[in-house]
Structure formats: structure tokens, C-alpha cells
């Protein structure tokens, strides 16, 4: 199962969902279906602004997890 760890990114660098949407140019609504493991697909560019945004590698934001 994958995992997406960007709220845990996130309140590591003090960030709001907010202030990432408008730093990556992404919306809130799509931000929020990532952060809540909702989000059936995401795309590498889109991997790369948040990565660049929180200052972080993908692996701390994407987990893989054996069920």
C-alpha cells in the first residue's frame, strides 16, 4: 500500500496546506485529496514542486507499506 506523508512534511516545516498550494501553484482541493490518501495518481512535476517546496526527497513523502 502506498502512504503519502505530506501532512507529516508539512508540520515538520511548519507549513499549511495553504501556503504549499500557493507555493507549488496547486489547488487546495487537489493538495487536500494527496494529503488524505485520496489521490489515485500523481504526476513527477508535481512530486517535484512539492519536494522543492518542502525542502525533502519524494521518499519522505511517499511511502510504500506491505499489507
Do not use: H, P
Not at 3 to 22: C, F, Q, T, W
Amino acid at each position: 500500500m502506498i502512504i503519502i506523508n505530506l501532512d507529516v512534511m508539512m508540520a515538520k516545516r511548519k507549513m499549511s496546506l495553504g501556503e504549499l498550494s500557493d507555493k507549488v501553484g496547486i489547488t487546495l482541493a487537489n493538495l487536500s485529496v494527496l494529503k488524505n490518501n485520496k489521490a489515485k495518481a500523481v504526476r513527477f512535476s508535481t512530486l517535484d514542486a512539492i519536494c522543492e517546496a518542502l525542502d525533502c526527497g519524494v521518499s519522505d513523502i511517499i511511502e510504500y507499506r506491505k499489507e
